[in-house]
């Protein structure tokens, strides 16, 4: 790859530049010779210089230093991560405690922190991975039964130093800046592993950052050049527009600069060689394989690479795995000129490349989910639509920059036949936002319902950007709603719109113009259908049938996976909670009006909580537990949180080496053996040509 600025020369390899006493003695460290928690320290607190460098900067305490700090991707604003004075510290006596608060902390319990900050904020930075395996602690008892490894996702960076040559009063000097990802959705992730032996009590926990090829481009490009559009949500890439068209238009190539942070998940289908591997997925239309024992990197892979006919830039985070049929489903998103094809497919042990199941004609939108049943393939598109006629999403801008919601505009229900294999209905509703579907089933007179962590409008996605939940004064973060949508007698709009193609089939285009062809009788029956057109009023409506407070990050029992079903746990507020941050863990009922319940902790905000049932079916559908990973604020540091999911009473908790930052992303339980996992992973092998 050719770069186009000079700006984005590469930077061969690195020094560190580390100061031993503060007479200004140096000693020159190479990447080999440090640790990842010495990286980080080192990068928190020092000057990071190219090695071919000759100038070595005073970090003393000098106000004649022409040293300074700028963020590359908002010159004129500090980083949302900390402000500007703090980027760069001028002595190794004030290096940046967050990065070693935790070090010293002791096993069983988190000491408290001097600090007088105890808000989630100390949360959001780059994290210290535990590369090692380490047995943790537990307080109180996990379940026998629970055995097997719990994966999750959190952000394992949100910002990068890196050098950049200025000319200062016509001399040549060096500063360090800062590439910040903009948004809670955008960084460089994390991959958590912990193992469970409920039988002796004992939890092993590690983690690591896969992505560190997407880490050093970053450094060179002194920003970020994703392959693929809107694979950021809301971060400023600090790259020209020309850089960015070349970036977002090649046509093949390896996707290694896609972090892959959004969802982890064990797919079965994948691994019908014996391979034992994990996957995380993204916004893009990539997979990284992980394998389960050591959390080395397998391979990262498009889509397309698995069937060509599973074309497409973005994809679904949430790919959904139905149990009776042993299928893997998911999307892609083709786009086109006025219209997107979101094209479904399926995978299954026996079909390891699978099959293109129906591809539906729809606008392009951010879509984060869908919903599957036993019988058909739910997609649901929210009018958060390309602005400006497109360009800024073409040309590689983030989601939130390049989109707009349209309130006047509905949000349209279309609905898949997975036995005929194509679309087969439309329905539409008022305008609404959302990123998660809770769960969707059907019932005996042919009607659907779907149930959302839904929200009026697009505002959430903007809150949660870096710099909101960085603003004090941002206002709380908009509460989701549990909506419920019901799509009546499906069949039968299947039957009129399939009557009436066929009916129009041999009909000329003046007829057509006409209207001649507007109402079709069906079965020879009485009854007239409206056939809907486009830009009809004629398309179905979903109708909403409940509205409660809800939960994000919603979860079920797997169990009832496109069943009708009786619970939902997720993150959500306490009823006296400022709402800055998600800080308890909810129950909900969603048949009546049951009141909630709730975990909560003082100074205590949850990731997702994770259903885990028990290996025996039990009728009790709240028979499991939920396992979650808790920041402490006031404590300042993480713990594992295990709870009864039937009373969210505490059953057990572990607390961590290190803190682990939130997140807002999906991770799963894989049940089963232990006995291989935990192995220590090789150090990373050097870059390969085919990942340039």
Known sequence: MFLIEATLSTLPSYTFFHQLTHSCTYQILTMEEVSEVEVIQMEDSQIVVPASSTTLIDTEDNTNAPVATTTANNQDEPSPIRDSAQLVSTNTSTASSDSSASTNTPEATISRSNDVDITFRKALKNAISTEIPKRLTVQGTIP??????????????????????????????????????????????????????????????????????????IREHQGYLPNQPSSLFQTGTNQSVFARLLSTNQSQGKPSLEPCGASIEVFPPFNADGRRTI????????????NTDNLEKCGILAWDEVNPQFKGSQASPHSHFDPVTKELINFTMEHGFHNTQYHFFSITEKEP???????????????????????????????????????????????????????????????????????IATFKSEAFFFLHHVNAFE??????????????????????????????SSPALIRPELCRFELANVQAEAQRLEDYNAATANTGPVDKLRG???????????????????????????????????????????????????????????????????????????KGDAEPLVWSQKNCFPSEAVFVPPPVFDQNEDAGVLVSVVYDA??????????????????????????VPLSFTNGCFAPGDISRGMQEASPPAAISDDEE
């Open 144 to 217: 026998e039964w629970l055995t097997g490894f719990h994966y999750t996702l959190s952000p394992g960076i949100f910002e990068i130093k890196y050098p950049k040559m200025v000319v200062v009063n016509g001399d040549l000097q060096q500063e360090t800046r800062s590439f910040s990802f903009g948004h809670w959705f955008d960084n460089i992730p994390q991959v958590n592993q912990f193992a469970f032996s409920g039988s002796d009590n004992t939890i092993m926990y590690r983690s690591t950052k896969p992505a560190h090829r997407a880490e050093m481009k």
């Open 279 to 290: 996957y995380c997925q993204n916004f893009a239309n990539h997979v990284l394989e992980l």
């Open 353 to 423: 490349h699978g099959t293109l199941i129906a591809s539906v004609n729809a606008k392009l939108s951010h879509v984060h989910s869908f919903a599957v049943t036993p019988r058909y393939i739910i997609l649901v598109v929210s009018p958060l639509n390309p602005s400006d006629g497109g360009v800024k999403y073409s040309w590689g801008a983030s989601i939130l920059d390049a989109f707009s919601f349209k309130r006047t505009e509905p949000t349209y229900f279309y609905i898949i036949s997975r036995v005929k294999r194509r679309h």
């Open 443 to 472: 019932d005996e007179a042919d009607n659907v319902y779907l149930d959302f962590s839904m929200y009026a409008d697009d505002a959430i996605a903007h809150q949660l950007s870096l710099s909101a939940l960085f603003n004090p």
């Open 516 to 590: 001649f062809m507007r109402r079709v009788s069906i079965g020879g029956a009485n009854i007239n259908y409206a056939v809907p057109e486009k830009n009809s009023g004629d398309i179905p409506l979903a109708t909403r049938i409940r509205s409660t407070p809800g939960v994000e990050l919603p979860r079920i029992n797997p169990i009832y996976h496109g069943l009708d079903y009786k619970y939902t746990w997720g993150i959500g507020f306490k009823e006296q909670s400022d709402g800055d941050m998600y800080d308890c863990i909810m129950k909900l009922h969603v």
């Open 634 to 659: 006031e404590a300042n540091g993480s713990f594992l949180l295990i709870l009864d999911a039937k009373d969210l009473v505490e059953k057990a908790r572990a607390v961590l080496p290190e803190i």
